[in-house]
């Protein structure tokens, strides 16, 4: 089987797909909760502190010269990015546990007989109780 045909057989297999599906819709509910947080959130936040805009604040470490742009450490968007990280793993995690409950009611569903199984349950006690008689 060449490489090609084996990567085919791999890339068209549900759990391929099902993963790239998962990574489009993961990479959109990432850009919406960004903008969550950058442009719902932190403004209350920021006027709740006194009018800081919390996606400014840096600490210089080296300022701008005529050759160089300033050299910052941006604080204030590492804030934003670790509040969107928050609201993401949250959800991610009311999501598997929604999944884990779905999951725990179909295990608890007990397996229906098959009606041949039925048919020979009930002709072996027949037998037995035949048996037991003779």
Known sequence: ???????????????????????VIGTAF?????????DIIMPPIGVLTGGVDFSQLSITLKKATPEAVAVTMNYG???????????ISFSIFIV???LNRFKKKEEK?????PEDVKLL????????????KN
Do not use: C, H, Y
């Not at 045909?5 to 998962?22: I, P, Q, R, S």
């Not at 349950?121 to 037991?132: A, G, N, V, W």
């Open 1 to 23: 089987m060449s490489m090609m045909e084996e990567f085919k057989k791999f890339a068209v297999k549900g759990n391929v797909m099902d993963l790239a599906v998962g990574v």
């Open 30 to 38: 990432g850009k919406i909760v960004t903008s969550f947080v950058s």
């Open 77 to 87: 968007l590492f804030i934003n990015t670790i509040i969107d990280f928050l609201i």
């Open 96 to 98: 598997v546990k929604q």
């Open 109 to 113: 569903k007990p397996l229906a007989t």
């Open 121 to 132: 349950t009930e002709i072996r006690d027949l037998l037995k109780k035949l048996t037991i």
